[in-house]
């Protein structure tokens, strides 16, 4: 049996994203019977590609650097089914948020728009966040910082943000993170 990568997957699934005539259609379903591959269904909600990237500013800048923010962004959950985010402070729950993770000088925050439940994919998140923020906003602003928003989501409520850590955080009471 062979293993599709998740970078493979990642690199058809951002293809697939930039020839997508509407975005309301799925990103990625794959179906493939074959000898030698049993199976392979993989079906990935909507990145919703609405995102803002942080503008430079002299002394208070909300940007990060883009290596800590792609630290930060290893560290979130690995988890590929489809599963339903929702305000939770349980930390045995990978799916309760709001969702903090933090490596160097980029903090990374998962929540919900009005705090109303959304369907996606840890997967889904951490493409969003890799290529809407810190990649994009990387190339559109220039240099070693990156940092924005965007969101995800089936109905787009779940809000990823990449941010200093220097940046008034205002959750920062029921912001959490899983244990390593």
């Known amino acids: 049996m062979r293993d599709i990568s998740l970078c493979s997957l990642l690199l058809i699934a951002r293809f697939i994203q930039c020839n997508l005539a509407s975005p309301a259609s799925p990103i990625l379903t794959i179906n493939q019977n074959r000898t030698s591959l049993d199976s392979v269904n993989v079906s990935v909600t909507n990145l919703n590609n609405d995102y803002q990237c942080y503008e430079p500013h002299l002394f208070k800048d909300r940007r990060a650097k883009t290596m800590d923010c792609i630290r930060a962004a290893a560290f979130l959950p690995n988890l590929h089914d489809i599963s339903t985010f929702h305000r939770g402070n349980n930390h045995d729950d990978p799916y309760a948020l ?3 993770e933090e490596s160097g000088t980029c903090r990374v925050k998962i929540d919900l728009k009005y705090g109303r439940a959304d369907q996606s994919t840890w997967l889904v998140i951490k493409m969003a966040l890799r290529f809407d923020i810190i990649d994009t906003c990387q190339l559109a602003m220039g240099g070693e910082r990156t ?17 200093n850590v220097k940046w008034p955080q205002s959750n920062a009471a029921s912001a959490r993170r899983l244990g390593r």
């Open 98 to 100: 709001p969702y903090t």
């Open 147 to 163: 940092g924005g928003q965007t969101t995800a989501g089936s109905a787009g409520r779940i809000v990823i943000t990449a941010e």
